[in-house]
């Protein structure tokens, strides 16, 4: 993932707001602004932060950069995992910055629904100006039962990011 703009970024997280006891999963190959953004922003609020780091490099040094950490968190993950919940942990925010294959998105985002809390949000960001790509993750979106989807696509130069709502009693 190539770098985010920091200050974009901050705008894109001020929509995470000051609600106490939250919880961020971000999956992830790399992107050091995006990472270290998160960190920065959660460790202050005590936010639980946890990068499912899903290529071993990254896993590596990403885990000893933040081995000290109160809020963050470093899991090695596969993407085939049967099933991505935790310790029964839910997230008030998931973070996508990794390629998923188009045969994998739906099964991605119904494995991902499961972990985010009623009325939590997916952020996913997706190549600038990929039109095609866009309206795919649209429509999973709204088939795997996330509603309220949008796209912000004049925030960042390399990115768009499309940010759906998982609603209560909806879906698996």
């Known amino acids: 993932m190539k770098n985010l703009e920091k200050d974009k970024l901050e705008s894109l997280l001020s929509i995470m707001g000051d609600n106490p006891l939250q919880q961020i999963v971000h999956f992830s190959n790399g992107g050091e602004t995006l990472v270290d ?11 639980q932060y946890e990068i499912n780091a899903i290529e071993n490099t990254f896993y590596e040094e990403t885990k000893e950069k933040f081995k000290n950490s109160q809020t963050t968190v470093v899991r090695n993950f596969s993407l ?28 991605f985002l119904r494995r991902v629904h499961r972990i985010i809390l009623n009325a939590g949000n997916i952020l996913i960001f997706i190549p600038k100006s990929n039109i095609s790509e866009r309206y795919r993750w649209i429509d999973l979106l709204e088939e795997t039962y996330y509603v309220a989807t949008s796209t912000i696509d004049d925030l960042f130069e390399h990115y768009d990011v499309i940010i759906s709502k998982k609603m209560h009693g909806w879906g698996s």
């Open 37 to 47: 953004m998160l960190h920065h922003y959660c460790e202050p609020k005590a936010y």
């Open 80 to 107: 085939e995992r049967k099933s991505y919940l935790i310790q029964a942990k839910q997230y008030n925010f998931a973070f996508i910055s990794i390629d998923i294959q188009d045969d994998f998105k739906e099964d």
